[in-house]
């Protein structure tokens, strides 16, 4: 069956520093990953999407990597602030298409240190 | 501002009990889902929409319905047929090509009492 994993303890880094967070899968072809932020008590937040024919995205301090032959996925927070603790989501298109909905992971809890 | 309404914001529900929970978008949206949170769980998809009067069952549709008469609202209705209710729903919303981020609603809490 598909598999999603991502770090289930939650991970601390110092303000200022690099936070990198790990999406690993299994049995999936997926055509494109995305990644979300979520608040508590809170919906998910759109981040980025990386399709599978590319290998890095960037917008501002974010930097995603999708590497389709490890089955991996590394998000990237560079100059990391306390505002970017969360929980962060990595979603996998459910079929090749993706319209039939996205399947997430268990989201990594990212506290940013002052 | 465009986005998705869901309501009400927490919900509790006597045994043996149907509720519906609402979900309203006003992006134009084709698709619509709904996914369901419980805590230190992955979100897990109940039911999605392609299009006007059609959808389907996601990975855990057993104790939930759904309808699509039109393409703003997808609300869902927790039956009583579903064992264990209390959780975290959300629904969400995107172009039916796919391949775009995922808007999501803030979330209905649902709990049995």
């Known amino acids: 069956s598909q598999k999603i994993e991502q770090n289930s303890e939650a991970l601390n880094i110092q303000e200022g520093k690099t936070a990198t967070l790990t999406c690993n899968y299994t049995?999936?072809?997926?055509?494109?990953l995305q990644w979300y932020r979520q608040d508590p008590g809170r919906g998910p937040v759109f981040l980025l999407l990386?399709?599978?024919?590319?290998k890095e995205k960037r917008k501002e301090r974010l930097k995603v990597t999708f590497d389709t032959t490890l089955k991996q996925s590394l998000f990237h927070i560079t100059a990391s602030q306390p505002a970017d603790s969360a929980t962060y989501l990595c979603?996998?298109?459910?079929?090749?298409?993706?319209?039939?909905?996205?399947?997430f992971g268990k989201g990594t809890h990212l506290i940013i240190q002052p | 501002d465009g986005g998705i309404t869901q309501s009400p914001k927490y919900l509790f529900r006597k045994e043996g009990q149907n509720v519906t929970l609402s979900c309203e978008q006003n992006?134009?949206?084709?698709?619509m889902y709904w996914y369901r949170q419980d805590p230190g769980q992955g979100l897990r998809l109940i039911y999605y929409?392609?299009?006007?009067?059609?959808?389907q069952k996601g990975d855990i549709a057993e104790g939930y319905s759904v309808s699509r008469e039109k393409k703003e609202s997808f609300p869902l209705t927790v039956t009583s047929a579903q064992k264990n209710p209390t959780a975290f729903y959300l629904c969400?919303?995107?172009?039916?090509?796919?391949?775009?981020?995922?808007?999501f609603g803030s979330g209905t809490r649902l709990t049995v009492v």
């Open positions: 990386i399709r599978e024919n590319e």
């Open positions: 969400a919303s995107n172009s039916r090509l796919g391949n775009y981020g995922y808007t």
């Open positions: 979603a996998l298109s459910r079929s090749g298409g993706g319209a039939d909905g996205l399947t």
């Open positions: 929409s392609q299009i006007v009067n059609d959808f």
């Open positions: 049995n999936y072809s997926p055509a494109y």
């Open positions: 992006l134009n949206h084709d698709a």
